[in-house]
């Protein structure tokens, strides 16, 4: 095995060092049982309870489990059945269809909340509404979709083709074939994109900032108001929280698509072994 040049590895280091470390100085301080933020004078969790009886911060939290878990069902369900309509159709109309979705994907946050800001605010004044939780659902429903469908249409394309008509030939309906028959095969991608969904949405703050008005904060329109003021310990705690919660899908995400990896690699063994 060939070694790797030193420069190489000392600049990988480096990088991970500049990502990582503030975010570890930020972990290590919320436990700090002083407010300093440049000397450790001892362990402590008082910071967490402080933060758990913050009426605010649980109204931000309410909020945004509430929106984040809404939000990703409804665009499991939506982008699942788009996938399939894309699927379905002929490559020309596909593709740049596919070319559409995966601009939400690369456009900046900013662009994205500022535009569905000036719709909410223009169907507002014909509709008679103002941005609160509706718009702010909406808002996360329509930039998590393309994630859904992005995880659900690598599962489409391992299906065999004559999937569809066999169930159809054995007496099922259209309805029954996607229900019973399509759907348990792309289940574990429409799982991924379930958790991806939910993991943007726990982590979103610029499109929620534009879209949310002055009803209702989430948890990162929470920090950000902390922050402008002062920053306190409770800052450190929650970004804690935030960081661990949004890791933890993140690993899990990582470990089921590894395992589908490795299941399509012996269901190819095996077909070919056969």
Not at 93 to 114: E, Q
């Amino acid at each position: 095995m060939k070694k790797r040049p030193f420069g190489g590895s000392f600049l990988t280091a480096l990088t991970f060092i500049f990502l990582y470390l503030p975010i570890i100085v930020l972990i290590v301080f919320s436990f700090n049982s002083t407010k300093s933020r440049t000397v450790w004078s001892g362990f402590t969790l008082d910071w967490y309870r402080e933060l758990f009886s913050d009426s605010t911060f649980l109204s931000s939290l309410e909020i945004t489990l509430l929106v984040s878990v809404l939000a990703s069902f409804i665009a499991a369900v939506i982008g699942t059945f788009a996938a399939i309509g894309f699927f379905n159709m002929k490559k020309n109309w596909r593709s740049p269809l596919l070319a559409v979705n995966n601009i939400p994907v690369i456009n900046a946050d900013i662009i994205t909340g500022v535009s569905l800001s000036l719709l909410f605010v223009s169907a507002g004044a014909v509709l008679g509404f103002d941005l609160g939780f509706g718009t702010l659902l909406i808002a996360h429903i329509s930039f998590n979709i393309p994630y859904v469908i992005l995880s659900v249409m690598p599962k489409l394309y391992q299906l065999d083709r004559n999937l569809f008509e066999a169930a159809q030939d054995l007496g099922c309906t259209w309805f029954q074939t996607i229900y019973k028959v399509i759907i348990p095969e792309i289940m574990p991608g429409i799982i991924n994109g379930l958790l991806i969904a939910f993991t943007m949405s726990v982590d979103d703050f610029v499109i929620s900032y534009f879209t949310a008005g002055s009803s209702v904060q989430t948890m990162s329109m929470t920090i950000y108001s902390m922050t402008r003021r002062r920053i306190s310990p409770e800052i450190n705690a929650i970004s804690t929280l935030l960081f661990a919660v949004v890791l933890v899908l993140l690993i899990i995400v990582n470990i089921r698509e590894a395992r589908q990896e490795k299941a399509a690699e012996k269901k190819e063994k095996l077909l070919k072994g056969n």
